[in-house]
T-cell receptor, first 119, second 120 residues
Framework: AQKVTQAQTEISVVEKEDVTLDCVYETRDTTYYLFWYKQPPSGELVFLIRRNSFDEQNEISGRYSWNFQKSTSSFNFTITASQVVDSAVYFCALNYLADRGSTLGRLYFGRGTQLTVWP | GAVVSQHPSWVICKSGTSVKIECRSL??????MFWYRQFPKQSLMLMATSNEGSKATYEQGVEKDKFLINHASLTLSTLTVTSAHPEDSSFYIC????????????????FGEGSRLTVL
């Protein structure tokens, strides 16, 4: 079965602190994509990153960085020097390349981590 | 990037009425659209997958007669909540996978802004 686990339900930090959001996944397939989305209070999903299973290089984009470790089936997300505007729910998700036809593209979401950054 | 527009953003209706939510791909052809539902403080759960010109595929436990999905064109899919009840109050969000001009099917997914339904 496919499963994405975000063990941290809520995290609170003070502005300028670094924070890491954990994501662990289970899959029987060797080819898949991993995603992170941000969902602010308004509800829309903001795409942050897509990483395929063959690319284990860590990625950095401004204050955001991602650590993909296939050995531990983890795809953790770190925000450096957090800001109040980072407050949102963050979802990790999984997508199978082996899905065929109509199901290609469906996402399996973790339950999300509510991040609150206090000024 | 590609844009998916979802309408209405929010709707309040009386119990027993039907509500239609539209999901449009504005600058690309959406071969497949996915409809998700999100209850407060919970994750997004896939309800159904719709492909243009064919019947939607529903996830286990989702009533197909209650949640009617139509994907009549490559740019529009609609979700109709029939005879809505308070327990149907939720955030509904669509995503589209499509053919981008010059790129074909990149496998990328694009989300609508979501529709918040409140049934009184």
């Amino acid at each position: 079965a496919q499963k994405v686990t975000q063990a941290q339900t809520e995290i609170s930090v003070v502005e300028k602190e670094d924070v890491t959001l954990d994501c662990v996944y289970e899959t029987r397939d060797t080819t898949y994509y991993l995603f992170w989305y941000k969902q602010p209070p308004s509800g829309e999903l903001v795409f942050l990153i897509r990483r395929n299973s063959f690319d284990e290089q860590n990625e950095i984009s401004g204050r955001y960085s991602w650590n993909f470790q296939k050995s531990t089936s983890s795809f953790n997300f770190t925000i450096t020097a957090s800001q109040v505007v980072d407050s949102a729910v963050y979802f990790c998700a999984l997508n199978y390349l082996a899905d065929r036809g109509s199901t290609l593209g469906r996402l399996y979401f973790g339950r999300g981590t509510q991040l609150t950054v206090w000024p | 990037g590609a844009v998916v527009s979802q309408h209405p953003s929010w709707v309040i209706c009386k119990s027993g009425t039907s509500v239609k939510i539209e999901c449009r791909s504005l600058d690309f052809q959406a071969t497949t659209m996915f409809w998700y539902r999100q209850f407060p403080k919970q994750s997004l759960m896939l309800m159904a997958t719709s492909n243009e010109g064919s019947k939607a595929t529903y996830e286990q436990g989702v009533e197909k007669d209650k949640f009617l999905i139509n994907h009549a064109s490559l740019t529009l899919s609609t979700l109709t909540v029939t005879s809505a009840h308070p327990e149907d109050s939720s955030f509904y969000i669509c995503s589209a996978r499509g053919l981008l001009a010059g790129l074909g099917d990149t496998g990328e997914l694009f989300f609508g802004e979501g529709s918040r339904l409140t049934v009184l």
